[in-house]
T-cell receptor, first 110, second 114 residues
């Protein structure tokens, strides 16, 4: 599975949009981009995934560049409860074996 | 509905002892995964079950680690002759199908080997 690169940490003001970038320049044509987050002392929580089209659900939006080499997770109105480590993962999904990196620690500030 | 349940939530054991960690997946989920997470790191894949069989056990660190899922539902991760380096949070996840369905994680079992 392709590797991803994420900034180790980011800050965001409460109520503002949080934009979390991810680079996956070696992604293959059949690999999906998944985003999970992990709040302290909890298991990872699924947020969203996509192949090449932009996706939106009740939690977030996923914007994938046309060449699919990078993506951005957007939390439209960040709250203090969104403080967590966010993981960007690419996977072909054959077994859905997700390989986690170290993610981005998003700190939402009041 | 009920999520993935892991028991116990915390386990303290002495070096050299045997431990079993239990995972109850979401009802109807055919795929089950075990991960291990050390402090400050992302979860590390251990093993994946599709039904009763282990489809991929490439992440098990050595032969002291073993996992079973005899009836295709509950799974048990077994660690023999525990070592201090086995201390970590052990996470279980399940999914509806193996391909492209999101994984649903439990909150893990924190294992401490003294």
């Amino acid at each position: 599975d392709a590797k991803t690169t994420q900034p180790p940490s980011m800050d965001c003001a409460e109520g503002r949009a949080a934009n979390l970038p991810c680079n996956h320049s070696t992604i293959s044509g059949n690999e999906y981009v998944y985003w999970y987050r992990q709040i302290h002392s909890q298991g990872p929580q699924y947020i969203i995934h996509g192949l090449k089209n932009n996706e939106t659900n009740e939690m977030a939006s996923l914007i994938i560049t046309e060449d699919r080499k990078s993506s951005t997770l957007i939390l439209p109105h960040a709250t203090l409860r969104d403080t967590a480590v966010y993981y960007c993962i690419v996977s072909a999904g054959a077994t859905n074996k997700l390989i986690f990196g170290t993610g981005t620690l998003l700190a939402v500030q009041p | 509905g009920a999520g993935v349940s892991q028991t116990p939530s915390n386990k303290v054991t002495e070096k050299g002892k045997y431990v079993e960690l239990r995972c109850d997946p979401i009802s109807g989920h055919t795929a089950l995964y075990w991960y291990r997470q050390s402090l400050g790191q992302g979860p590390e894949f251990l093993i994946y079950f599709q039904g009763t069989g282990a489809a991929d056990d490439s992440g098990l660190p050595n032969d002291r680690f073993f996992a079973v899922r005899p009836e295709g539902s509950v799974s048990t991760l077994k660690i023999q002759r525990t070592e201090r380096g086995d201390s970590a949070v052990y996470l279980c996840a399940s999914s509806l199908f193996s391909s492209n369905s999101p994984l649903h994680f439990g909150n893990g079992t924190r294992l401490t080997v003294t």
